[in-house]
């Protein structure tokens, strides 16, 4: 089985987009920050979400908000344009837990903080 959980913080999120066949994907970076003594490592995860809930979520998320994340994970090695051997880690995501807002004063995203929803989780550590 593969399946893993990821919670950090959205990156980057695309435009929606369609496959030939029509199925709608999202595509957006996820980065988790460990922290470890005096040292922080940052992972990025590049998600790919498919089908209906692609379309449900995209006006949800913005970047720099907290994200929980669950599917299956690849890793995915390329030879950049530069030829320089590189990896990206790839989630396909089966589902998705919106955890609240950015914790700053403009909420993150592009709408005032005043024009974001309240919601229970503004004091979230995420």
């Not at 089908?51 to 949800?60: D, F, L």
């Not at 919106?98 to 995420?126: A, C, I, M, S, T």
């Amino acid at each position: 089985m593969n399946v893993a959980t990821i919670i950090g913080r959205v990156g980057r999120v695309n435009d929606l987009r369609r496959l030939p066949d029509g199925t709608p994907v999202l595509g957006f970076s996820v980065a988790h920050t460990l922290k470890r003594k005096n040292q922080e490592v940052t992972t990025w995860f590049d998600c790919g979400l498919f089908g209906v809930r692609a379309e449900a979520v995209q006006p949800h998320i913005r970047v720099g908000d907290p994200i929980g994340v669950t599917g299956a994970i690849a890793l995915n090695v390329f030879t950049d344009r530069t030829g320089k051997t590189s990896a990206a880690i790839k989630l396909t995501v089966n589902d998705v837990m919106l955890l609240g807002q950015k914790p700053n004063n403009n909420g993150g995203g592009n709408k005032p903080q005043q024009e974001r929803k309240k919601d229970n989780f503004d004091d979230n550590p995420f």
